[in-house]
């Protein structure tokens, strides 16, 4: 095929633009905030279009009827997968300097969805938010969009190569798996969002909203005046920026709107005049043309810059952005280019390499994880640990650990399960992830609650007003459940939803008990440290009397108190109260409990207690003998 015959320099400006909204994204610089870049990770979602029109161009341009699958996968593997092992190689070299052993070991379970082009799904099973981006310090994120890519990459091409006789059934079978996709995406964008994130049935109707746009492109120009072109290029363009400035809610993304900016970009790839807007066109061509470099090496710096700088400010954010575009030419011409011409082989022997690299990174930082203090930095670790008592039941699920419960299986998964033939009283604590800390409160020390059995139900109030309610009505632990014990760190606008719990128990016979708004702390610095983590490091040593007094300082009454006592004044006749300050903090002798009896920590964030932290807190409740006083014993 001559490339210069077929090199469309919009195409490349497009692609140009789209990594810049992406690289803008995820820098988050102050100077460029606003509702643009705040919507600038749809760059993603217009790589999807323009892949969809590429590779559908690339096969019927190259004569579907003599289309070879091998020579398709070739090229895209040679494509790819250098650029790809030299990225993921670094990077993993990279976090032995700047993270501790859970968030290392993070990263390599991560590295294994890259070389099985899952990553979309890992992250989803994971329930990793891609708005958080470099808050969930994970340097291969963005490797959902290629995973996913991969997944079209292999899949797509089938369609042409058992169909390659008859172009009328192509169309017809990609319309249907466009609109199923939609449907897919109207269903599940706003109850089960992170799942339409992720999921690549969810993009498939961008990927193929661009083949679609290659397919009827000559029909729908015909019936256009070529006078029209440029206006509708422009329309186009219009559309992308007018999605941008007006849809502020990126947790709900894709959605029902998202055809607007796939229409958009439609149009600029139908429409396009060279002759046009030339000058403009080549100087994002140029990006463009390092458009895969920049998208692979862009995040990884995102991450090390907030890890390696106290003040991440747009200074350095720029000179990050600067060695990424330097990174990007470099590798352009010494991995992109050179690969692309070598024969195969070379690329699936770097693939291996990666593999075995993978498995060797993972066993180096098992030497690690022993090296440990009692007192523990690493609050991902202490995070993830705290969930071991909820951890998913189903041994051959990828996803360990879930706090909102979104499927009729996940209550039986990420809970126990009360025994129906006990006569036990059975608490069924719901919430949100401060109901997890009340669980384990209990369940930690259950030796000392011989009566009792526990389980646990993740819900927020806002969800008793969506289909989520009917789930927790139809779990086996709700209907086993004697008391329902409600935590959850209230917003004001949760109130009103308060008295909808209370009528829910009421109607299915369960004893209320609703745990007031815990104390908060300062909340973690960017590092992800704890004012008493920055506390230890400045002291180099921790006594718990000094640092239960340091504490208390820190507590930020007016996130709790206003709230609490809203709460008190509406419900305290009503329904048995729980304050969780009885068992933290204490006015009198002004100390919170901040380390247990070993120096281990009670809290790993403003507000969320360790496991070790809901042991040593159950058994002061035990001890203060709350537990008979709300328990009605």
Partial sequence: MNKNLNFRIDIEALRGFSVLLVIFYHFDLDIMRGKLINNGHIGVDLFFVISGYIITKIILENKKNSFSLINFYSRRIRRIIPLLVIVTTISLITIFFIFDYFLIKKNIKSAYAIVTATSNLYFWLSSTVYQFAEKNNLMFLHFWSLSLEMQFYIFFPLI??????????????????????????????????????????????????????????????????????????????????????????????????SLFFILGIGLMLIFNEDQKLYSIKNYFSKVGKISYSLYLWHFPLVVIGANLFVEFNDIRKIFLIMVCFLLSVISYNIVEKKFRKKNTSNSLYLYLFLIFFIFGANYIVEQKKNKFSNFILDNFYLADESTNLLKNKNKYSIRKEKNIFSFKNDSLNYSPQFNPKSKNRKILFVGDSHSKDLFNVFEMNKKLFLNFEFARYGINLVDFNNERKKLLIDSSNFKAADYIFFSQRYKNEDIKYIDKLIELSKTHNKKIILALKKPEFEANNYKNQSILDLYYLKNKKINKDESDYFFYKKLNKQNYEKINSIIKEKYSDKITLFDYYEIICDNQIKKCQSIDEENKKIFYDYGHFTLNGSKYLGKILYQKNIHNRIFDN
């Fill in 160 to 257: 042409f190569f058992f169909f390659k006789k008859n172009l009328k059934i192509i169309k017809f079978i990609l319309i249907i798996i466009f609109f199923i996709s939609y449907y897919f995406v109207l269903k599940n964008y706003e109850i089960h969002n992170l799942f339409n994130f992720y999921n690549s049935l969810s993009r498939a109707f961008e990927l193929l909203g661009g083949s679609l746009f290659f397919i009827f492109s000559k029909d729908i120009k015909y019936f256009v005046k070529e006078k029209f072109f440029f206006i509708l290029y422009l329309l186009g363009f219009t559309l992308i920026i007018s999605y941008m400035y007006l849809y502020q809610n990126g947790g709900y993304h894709p959605n029902p709107q």
